[in-house]
Structure formats: C-alpha cells, structure tokens
Nanobody
Framework: QVQLVESGGGLVQAGGSLRLSCAAS????????MGWFRQAPGKERQFVAA????????YYADSVKGRFTISRDNAKNTVSLEMNSLKLDDTAAYYC?????????????????WGQGTQVTVSS
C-alpha cells in the first residue's frame, strides 16, 4: 500500500506563487509516473501536470504550461509542484497521484493511489 500526503496549499493573491509537495510512503512505492490533478467546486477533476519517475519527463495541461513546474526527488520519494503567476481560475483542491503506467497519464484511470488533497485559493 502507498500513502500520499500533500502539503503547501493556502491562500495567495493573484500573480503570486505557491509550492505544493507530495510525500509518498509505503514499501511498495515504485511508480512509473506521479501526477497532480485539481478539482474546483462544481467541476470535474482535471489533469495539471505529470512526471515520469525514472526519466523525469514532464507533461503539463495547456492551462498551466509556462507557469507551473513539476519535479521529483527519487531519494526522498517526493514530488513538487511549483506554481507561479497564479490566477483566480487556479483555485481548486490539488491532488497528488501515483500511477504504474505512463499510458494516458493525463487521465485519472492511469493512477492507482491518491492523496487527500490540499486547497489552493487564489484571491483578487
């Protein structure tokens, strides 16, 4: 079993920055990909970014490309999401996820384990 715990969410003004972190634990933790998704109230959960665990190839949703950066630390079993130039539309609960395939990594079904989420609120 794998546990994922997100941290770093909070309230920030538009144009500001936040850094989210996700710490993974569990003896079986050996993912192919780690991803970040987000869900705003009344909306479906959507893909934000993903990183392959071994090669650190990164993928981003068009809405965050150029503003967000995903990274991972294999030694510490952590994945981070650096968010810059935040917009009101970035307000959502952000979820970290761990998957065993890079196929369809922008889709929820590619991920097996999920964190509880951390709230990001961007104010004007």
């Amino acid at each position: 079993q794998v546990q994922l715990v997100e941290s770093g969410g909070g309230l920030v003004q538009a144009g500001g920055s936040l850094r989210l972190s996700c710490a993974a634990s569990g003896r079986t933790f050996s993912p192919a990909v780690m991803g970040w998704f987000r869900q705003a109230p009344g909306k479906e959960r959507q893909f934000v970014a993903a990183i392959t665990w071994s090669a650190a190839n990164t993928y981003y949703a068009d809405s965050v490309k150029g503003r967000f950066t995903i990274s991972r630390d294999n030694a510490k079993n952590t994945v981070s999401l650096e968010m810059n130039s935040l917009k009101l539309d970035d307000t959502a609960a952000y979820y970290c996820a761990s998957g065993f395939t890079i196929l369809g990594l922008s889709r929820e079904h590619a991920y097996k384990y999920w964190g509880q989420g951390t709230q990001v609120t961007v104010s004007s």
